[in-house]
């Protein structure tokens, strides 16, 4: 079955950047668009991030410039960079997958999460 494990998150100052990792496994992982959603507390999932099996990249406004979304598709693994963290992206950070190619639509599985906290 669709297996997804994030991690990589870490307390961090604000300014600082860090490096999430979602290993995937049980499904072709290649033929799939993949996408990063973060829930802050009290809030709702925000997509933030995707990319294609095209490797083609799609940001939110609110990462955009900062976060960098890429995939290695020999190693089955989708990674985030972020960079110049501010304290308001303090959230658990997911990964999920896409029931098709193109990150368009509602998202599927997504794993346990990895929380990130930034401080001020």
């Known amino acids: 079955q669709v297996q997804l494990v994030e991690s990589g998150g870490a307390l961090v100052q604000s300014g600082g950047s860090l490096k999430l990792s979602c290993a995937a496994s049980g499904f072709p992982f290649s033929r799939y668009a993949m996408t990063w959603v973060r829930q802050a507390p009290g809030k709702g999932l925000e997509k933030i991030a995707a990319?294609?099996?095209?490797?083609?990249?799609t940001y939110a406004d609110s990462v955009k410039g900062r976060f960098t979304i890429s995939r290695d598709n020999a190693k089955d693994t989708l990674y985030l960079h972020m960079d110049a963290l501010k304290p308001e992206d303090t959230a658990v950070y997911y990964c999920a997958k896409y029931p098709s190619g193109t990150p368009s639509g509602f998202f599927g599985a997504r794993g346990q999460g990895t929380q990130v906290t930034v401080s001020s």
């Open positions: 990319i294609s099996s095209e490797m083609i990249t």
